[in-house]
Structures are given as C-alpha cells and as structure tokens.
C-alpha cells in the first residue's frame, strides 16, 4: 500500500498516524505539505487531526482551499482510498467530498477523552476488520465535533449504509446519554457514496500499541493495508 | 467600495453559543430575551467601484468561503 499524510500548518495529529500508518504496512508514508500541488502515486491519502490555519473562519474552512486539496479532491474522484480524522473530517465536509458540516460540542467545551463507537457498518476498506455493531474503544479531542445535516441528507446516509460509528454506551445503545456532542443520529463517522471516502471525529491512531492504552484503532489500518496492498 | 457581510445559523439549526448567551442574560436578569442567534460580520474592502459586479464578486466570496451554506445564511450590504 503506498500512503500520503497531507501536512497543514496547526496540523498535529500527522506523525501519530505516520506511525500507525508504518506499523501496518511496514513503511513510512509520504508526507506532503500543504502548498505542494501534485500527489505521487498513491492507495490512500490521510488528512490528519489538528487545528489547520487555527481554525480561523470555521474549523477546516481554510485548509478546503490549499493548494494540495485540488489534487486529493481529483484522487478520490478516482477512488483513491482518503480518511480524514477530526480535523481532517471538518476539511473533507468543508470541501465537499462528505456531505454535512461540523458545528460547535453541543456543550461548547472541548472534549477529550476515550470514547466508545459502535460500528455502523463493516462494508468498507477503513471498516472491514470490524465486525457490524461492534464495540470499540477510541479517543476524541475536539470542539467542533457536533455532526449536523438535514433530514434528508441523515436519512440518504442511513440508507445507503454510509454510517460508519455512531456514539454509544457500553450496551451499544446510541441514545442521547452516549452522545457525547450533540451529533445528529449520534453520528460519528461517515463514508461518501462510492465509499471510498471515510471521515470520522474519533482518533483511532491513537489507540494502536498497548503502551498508549489499548489496539482498538488497529484494525482500521489493518483493514486498509489487506485491501490495498 | 465596501462591503459588510453578516453570516447567520439558519434557522431550523441548533446555536449552542446563542443559547448559552441567552442563559447568561437571563442570569444576569435581563428578562423576556428569547431566540438569541449568534452569527459573524466581516468587513471588506473592496477595489470594484461598480457595485452590481462587487455585489456579484461578494456573493461567490460568500458561497465559496465566508459562509457554509449548509448551515448558515448570509447577508450583503455596500457602502461608498
């Protein structure tokens, strides 16, 4: 699997995922900075976490409009694998690539803390080495994290399948005691229509080595490495 | 020339800054305020000096950058 981490200024989740990336397919990815405007050839590009450009106008807003995201937008039209996490998720909504925007933590406070996703579904590269309706164990750190789209928009990602986590408690129940952020549906995560395209507020590069508390992430990049490689 | 653009929540769309606004004016007795709805100006300075082509020009602003119309509205006024 050949693997690209975009790099914005304020990103800072860029070299935890460089190192999940390594870890799964025993190699680093290539690191591209933000102002390049070609990408070499590639299985899948991370848009990392982090606060791009401070994010100033609205989280993500700035980062839509670099140079570098005229080429991911044409590789994913290509069907070239792309996750964004976090920050990366606001960007990909911001540039259109997902559907839906990222508005402020419902209680207005950052929240940072482990959280348990139930997976909506496992019918994808980035969700394949999940079971459906499996418990995971995944951190979040943001502000901006409350999931917001119109009805017919939640209802089409339902339909379509293109949830893929959703806040829950530690029965699965995605009620609004689990939802941590205010998040339409308990949405926490979702895929484009060709599914190619993965967005989710949660950071599973932060859960890939028992050191840092638990593997819950891992089977993500697993996922990917055993599609793509 | 310039310009004043005002972005705002849409309605139908949750303001959890505006309810917390909201919350504190009525802590601090400000009694009878309801639907407080917190959004942003910006201020532009504009070369154009024909205002239908700035009108034009803030508009794409707008629909490429100052706002998100998928949750916010937003307003154009020019001055000079």
């Known amino acids: 699997m050949k693997a690209a981490v975009i790099v914005f200024p304020g990103s800072n989740c860029d070299r935890d995922v460089a190192v999940a990336l390594e870890q799964a397919m025993g190699k680093a990815p290539h690191m591209i900075w933000h102002r390049d405007t070609d990408l070499p050839d590639l299985d899948l590009i991370v848009v990392p976490g982090g606060f791009s450009y401070g994010d100033y106008l609205r989280s993500g807003a700035m980062a839509a409009h670099s140079p570098i995201m005229t080429a991911v937008k044409a590789q994913a039209s290509k069907g070239v694998r792309v996750l964004g996490i976090c920050n990366g998720f606001q960007i990909l909504t911001e540039t259109g690539l997902l559907p839906g925007v990222l508005m402020r933590n419902r209680d207005l406070k950052f929240i940072c803390k482990d959280t348990l996703l139930k997976v909506g579904t496992a019918a994808s590269d980035f969700t394949a080495g999940y079971s459906q309706d499996q418990i995971i164990n995944i951190p979040v750190a943001h502000h901006d994290g409350n999931y917001f789209a119109d009805t017919a928009t939640l209802d089409m990602l339902e339909d379509q399948d293109r949830v893929a986590f959703r806040y829950c408690d530690s029965d699965g129940a995605t009620n609004e005691a689990a939802n941590i952020n205010g998040s339409q549906r308990n949405i926490a995560g979702i895929l484009n229509e060709n599914r190619n395209v993965l967005g989710m507020m949660p950071h599973p590069e932060r859960l890939i080595d028992p050191l840092l508390g638990g593997t819950d992430g891992v089977p993500m990049f697993k996922s990917l490495v055993n599609a793509l490689a | ?80």
């Open chain 2, 1 to 80: 020339m310039k310009a004043k653009v005002h972005v705002t929540l849409k309605n139908g769309v949750l303001d959890p800054q505006g309810k917390a606004i909201e919350h504190a004016l009525s802590t601090l007795g400000f009694n009878g305020v309801d639907e407080v709805r917190q959004g942003k100006y910006i201020e532009l300075d504009l070369a154009e000096t024909d205002p239908a082509k700035a009108k034009a020009a803030v508009e794409d602003m707008c629909k490429q950058l100052l706002a998100n119309t998928v949750i916010e509205n937003y307003s154009i006024e020019l001055e000079g």
